[in-house]
């Protein structure tokens, strides 16, 4: 089984624990055994439990790279977009890179998927099947079996109530009693989940955009026109078959939604009292959050923000949400995790969390001079060439324009002052060092 996983935007109606390096699909609210999860990471293991042989690639922007393979590890297939252009030039890419980068051949069948929906393993089994179907018609969708008359999706209306049926036609996202009549017709959400033959898909790629292979398209993706698989596609295609599928299915991108399927009801450092009912907490800061006398609310607590609301009232975020976006104070790399503790006029200080046996990449700036204090754990510090071991107190100075790393052996946090009259994130030239981080 080839899977194509889009993982798409930052979404920002779970503000403030997603952030435009951070996308809610890299939160960790859901359970596996006694650890914390990822959405991404649940998905992943969910695919490989339904079938441990499938091939999974994540068509992602280059800013979700070092989180996928944070908790995903360095192995998994990554597909970049140089830019976000949309669904219809991000499966393109995807499927160019599956035909000539990994070497799937033409008749192979792939399946296209969002990366955010809670789901139980039948939908994954269901996905098995869909890629099964490609090929009998030149599309295959799966239409989620709708549950009330819902107003935010887009519909399918079968040419039957049978499982497997051609599609009649395609509904935009209605009212309430045009929902009811769509349901009397036996109408299915559009989930945005696909199947093709990938011969298929690559011929119909070559028919809208003029490109040579998966290096010239990437080369040339600026030039993509930002359209949808839907509108680029599927409702010009006249060969579609749609495939029911009834099992556990939620959108869960408000915090009322994510509620009703997280974990716990406390994650981090936060009290309830006894009077609180139906209230989730989720802390990532260092403080103790108290919470009391609050009734169906959700409160969220990073370095980028806080939120206390009602959790239905919390659905309406976005546009406030817009309106007090500040820069990203917390990333996760591939060697760990980056968080801004302070900002000053001409200083920054951040914490380092790094995971054992990983490294940075080594990297200088220009106008800024940088001091690491080992807060904890051990390794290795190369500086233009120089290297030295450190352990907790050491600390070391790097002056602008020297080339740096840590290595770590353990487990390892690092404080980092910043120091200089402009300090940017694009103030940063990287080099070669050894083995590929």
């Given at each position: 089984m080839n899977i194509i996983l889009?993982?798409?935007?930052?979404?920002?109606?779970?503000?403030p624990l997603p952030n435009d390096v951070r996308s809610k699909q890299f939160i960790?609210?859901?359970?596996?055994g006694d650890k914390h999860e990822s959405m991404v990471q649940r998905v992943y293991r969910q695919i490989k439990r339904v079938d441990k042989d499938a091939t999974v690639t994540i068509a992602t922007s280059k800013s979700q790279v070092p989180a996928i393979h944070n908790q995903l590890g360095e192995d998994v297939s990554v597909c970049v977009e140089p830019m976000r252009r949309d669904t219809f030039p991000a499966v393109v890419l995807a499927a160019a890179y599956l035909h000539d980068e990994m070497g799937v051949k033409d008749d192979e069948p792939v399946v296209v998927c969002p990366v955010d929906p809670y789901v139980d393993d039948s939908y994954y089994e269901a996905v098995e099947q869909l890629g099964k179907l490609a090929g009998q018609a030149n599309l295959t969708l799966m239409g989620i079996e709708p549950t009330y008359p819902s107003e935010k999706y887009g519909y399918i209306i079968p040419k039957s109530k049978?499982?497997?049926?051609?599609?009649?036609?395609?509904?935009?996202?209605?009212?309430?009693?045009?929902?009811?009549?769509?349901?009397?017709?036996?109408?299915?959400?559009?989930?945005?989940?696909?199947?093709?033959?990938l011969s298929y898909l690559m011929e119909k790629a070559h028919e809208?955009?003029?490109?040579?292979?998966?290096?010239?398209?990437?080369?040339?993706?600026?030039?993509?026109?930002?359209?949808?698989?839907?509108?680029?596609?599927?409702?010009?295609?006249?060969?579609?078959?749609?495939?029911?599928?009834?099992?556990?299915?939620?959108?869960?991108?408000t915090w009322n939604m994510m509620s009703e399927v997280m974990a716990d009801n406390v994650i981090g450092n936060a009290t309830l009292d006894e009077t609180t009912t139906n209230t989730h907490v989720i802390n990532e800061l260092d403080i103790p959050i108290l919470v009391m006398g609050a009734h169906d609310m959700v409160v969220a607590a990073s370095g980028d923000g806080i939120l206390v609301a009602d959790k239905e009232q919390s659905g309406y975020m976005?546009?406030?949400?817009?309106?007090?976006a500040t820069d990203v104070r917390y990333a996760d790399k591939s060697w760990g995790s980056y968080q801004i503790i302070s900002v000053g006029e001409k200083n920054l200080v951040a914490k380092a969390t790094m995971k054992a046996g990983h490294r940075m990449s080594y990297h200088s700036h220009d106008f800024r001079e940088e001091v690491w204090t080992i807060l904890s754990g051990v390794g290795r510090v190369v500086v233009d060439g120089i290297e030295r071991a450190i352990q907790p107190g050491s600390v070391i100075t790097l002056p602008a324009g020297s080339k740096h790393t840590i290595i770590a052996r353990t487990n390892l946090s690092v404080l980092e002052t910043q120091i200089g009259s402009d300090i940017s994130v694009s103030d940063k030239s990287s080099y070669e060092f050894g083995s590929k981080e």
């Open positions: 889009l993982s798409g935007g930052s979404g920002k109606r779970l503000w960790k609210l859901f359970k596996n049978d499982k497997v049926s051609p599609v009649k036609e395609f509904k935009e996202k209605p009212d309430r009693a045009t929902a009811e009549k769509y349901l009397e017709q036996g109408a299915v959400w559009n989930a945005g989940i696909f199947a093709f033959k809208l955009i003029d490109f040579e292979n998966y290096q010239d398209l990437y080369n040339k993706y600026d030039q993509c026109e930002k359209i949808s698989f839907d509108y680029a596609v599927v409702e010009k295609e006249s060969s579609i078959n749609v495939l029911r599928y009834k099992g556990e299915w939620r959108d869960v991108g976005k546009p406030y949400v817009e309106k007090i």
